[in-house]
């Protein structure tokens, strides 16, 4: 059997598509789901990836739905048209827009 992060021949991986050694790990709906660190995808998308169904609906940072509170490590939102300030200042992201900064990150979109 094969790792499904491992390539098999023939196929190319690149950088962002290659696994760092960092974990993000989603809580949604009182379970909690780890997945392997990739670069430049969004919590959004790793949570897809972890078998989980985030909330979502524009996924152009301008509505909100996809909120959720980092509670450990940092990430940068790429765009932010729906949190105010003081949402951020207490550590809400957009999930659409976020991309972890560090390694290893939790994110809850159960507070």
């Given at each position: ?97 976020a991309v972890p900064d560090t390694p290893d990150v939790t994110v809850s979109y159960d507070e």
């Amino acid at each position: 059997m094969t790792d499904p992060q491992t390539p098999r021949a023939g196929s190319v991986v690149t950088a962002a598509d290659a696994p760092t050694s960092g974990t993000i790990t989603i809580t949604l709906d009182g379970s909690t789901a780890s997945v392997a660190h990739r670069p430049n995808e969004t919590l959004l998308e790793s949570a897809r990836r972890a078998g989980m169904g985030p909330p979502f609906s524009c996924e152009a940072g301008n509505c909100g739905t996809c909120m959720a509170l980092l509670t450990d490590g940092t990430a940068t939102m790429r765009v932010n048209d729906a949190l105010t300030e003081d949402e951020v200042a207490e550590g809400y992201v957009l999930t659409c827009q976020a991309v972890p900064d560090t390694p290893d990150v939790t994110v809850s979109y159960d507070e």
